[in-house]
């Protein structure tokens, strides 16, 4: 039974940082991209963050230089670095593994409010 499940989130004050963890199960880890997605209520799921395989990453102009995300292949788990955190930041995190067939995380609410 493959499982993705997302820690770390919470509130969060503007200018501070949160890690983020998404801990895999079920599935050969090393092998998958992962991705970060987040999603606001009512607007569509957007791409944050992206890892491969091989350790290449990619990030969505509206966090890069703010956000980083890595993995630990032996701890089957990938992490996204949030620093600097805006408002505009906040929303349901998710993460996806993708290979062969794709799995998606149930998701944690980040909230940035002062």
């Known amino acids: 039974q493959v499982q993705l499940v997302e820690s770390g989130g919470g509130l969060v004050q503007p200018g501070g940082s949160l890690r983020l963890s998404c801990a895999a199960s079920g599935i050969a880890f090393s092998l998958y991209t992962m991705r970060w997605y987040r999603q606001v209520p009512g607007k569509q799921r957007e791409l944050a963050a992206s890892i491969t395989s091989g350790g290449i990453t990619n990030y969505a102009d509206s966090v890069k230089g703010r956000f980083t995300i890595s993995r630990d292949n032996a701890k089957n788990t990938v992490y996204l670095q949030m620093n600097s955190l805006k408002p505009e930041d906040t929303a349901v995190y998710y993460c996806?593994?993708?290979?062969?067939?794709?799995?998606w995380g149930q998701g944690t609410q980040v909230t940035v409010s002062s």
């Open positions: 996806k593994s993708e290979w062969k067939t794709s799995y």
